[in-house]
């Protein structure tokens, strides 16, 4: 093993790293919280249309949509071309749907000029 002197060395540099180190001090406790008790019972309340489009009568869509008919597309007169210009993808305007209870819907989407129908 080491001499006496590589063993002094050692514990020297041991009692040194370890007074470097913080102390480790513990996690300061949370304060004890009084008993309250429990919640007074009260009658509760509930709002019938609470948020608008749930009602029979509202403007609400019913999922899922269905696309009756392709042909109800309509288009952008100028589409998106591919990258190397050989090719122009259609860009779509207008999507007519329906909803599960036969409601119709319509989506327009934007683009960048007047559809053509």
Partial sequence: MGSA????ISETLMQ??????P???PSPALKRERKRGGIAAKRGYFERQYQPGTGETTGGIASPLEEVSYS??????SGI???DGLFVYP???R???????GAPVTIYLA???EPTP
């Fill in 16 to 21: 040194n790293l370890a007074e470097s180190m």
């Fill in 81 to 83: 071309p591919s990258t």
């Fill in 5 to 8: 002197k590589d063993q002094r």
């Fill in 91 to 93: 860009l779509l305007s």
């Fill in 72 to 77: 109800n597309r309509l288009y952008h007169t």
């Fill in 111 to 113: 683009g960048t000029s």
């Fill in 23 to 25: 102390r480790e001090r």
């Fill in 95 to 101: 999507l007519q749907l329906e909803d599960d209870n």
